[in-house]
């Protein structure tokens, strides 16, 4: 099984960046062609809890999940159901975590690719892949909040 770890501090308040990561539509998209669509709302928000989300990376890849739990502001966690690619999907979750002046966001995401001989080396590539593309998204995500942080005063 492979297990994809990123963290990184956005230098927002915690519940600016949850908000803004939550809302899957917005932060789920990028250059590479990432976009999102919600197919279901959540049963007591919208992207909260039972919320399912298309995710389309580029014009292949395709991903359906639900949001399986979602405990604002401090984590929400995701399945994905269906892929376009052979992936056996163990879960993920995004933490929340005030540090100092901003929010340190965790994510983590266990999968395997179940394909005899070549798996193992699918899902290290798979593996390095989703590093990349959850670091792009969070890193966006963190140049977006903090230009947009008021300014101390002098």
Known sequence: MAEVHVNVYIHAPLERVFDAVADHESFLRSGDGTRTKLIRPGLTERNGLGALREVRVGKRIRYVEEITAFERPSSFDYHILESSQ???????RLRFTSRGDGTEVDWTSRFEVPLPLVGDLLGALA????????????????????????????
């Open 86 to 92: 052979p992936l056996r999907h163990h879960g993920s």
């Open 127 to 154: 593996r390095r892949l989703f590093t990349a593309a959850f670091t792009e998204l969070l890193l966006a995500e963190k140049a977006r909040l903090e230009a947009s942080q008021p300014k101390p005063a002098a």
